[in-house]
């Protein structure tokens, strides 16, 4: 059963104090996070399923990776959508220096000349 609930939908989701997860907020305590209700695909049966929280720690960041992308002289709207979006100009490598984050989220992979 267990790789056909990936076909089961969701039909209710309630949070610890709602009616209907309060039951299982006493039994499983701080680590409850949701309860949901999910439906076969024939609509037959129904499961009741628990999200628990299983382990807690700090994040910490990743240092950006800075990266050189290649931009031409006549890529003028390009150059200012960089710059807008904090990068600088790097006069000696010739190239504008920004995360590799938004080097990816600006669709500039193609043009890092070194990461």
């Known amino acids: 059963m ?3 609930i ?11 104090v709602q009616p209907g997860a309060i039951k299982l ?3 499983y305590g701080e680590q409850l996070v949701c309860v949901r209700h999910r439906v ?4 037959k049966t129904r499961i009741t399923t628990v999200e628990l929280i299983v382990e807690q720690a700090p994040v910490s960041a990743r ?3 800075i990266v050189g992308v ?4 006549g890529e003028g709207q390009l150059q200012s959508v960089v710059k807008a979006a904090g990068a600088t100009w790097d ?3 010739k190239v504008w ?3 590799l984050k938004v080097a990816r989220r600006l669709n500039l992979r193609d043009r890092i000349t070194e990461k």
Do not use: Y
Not at 40 to 43: F, I, L, R, T, Y
Not at 70 to 73: N, V
């Open 63 to 65: 240092p950006h990776q």
């Open 40 to 43: 076969d695909p024939s609509g």
């Open 25 to 27: 907020a006493r039994r």
């Open 2 to 4: 267990k790789s056909d």
């Open 91 to 93: 006069r000696q490598a």
């Open 70 to 73: 290649r931009i031409d002289i």
């Open 6 to 16: 990936t076909n089961f939908r969701v039909t209710k989701k309630l949070a610890p």
């Open 97 to 99: 220096r920004m995360p």
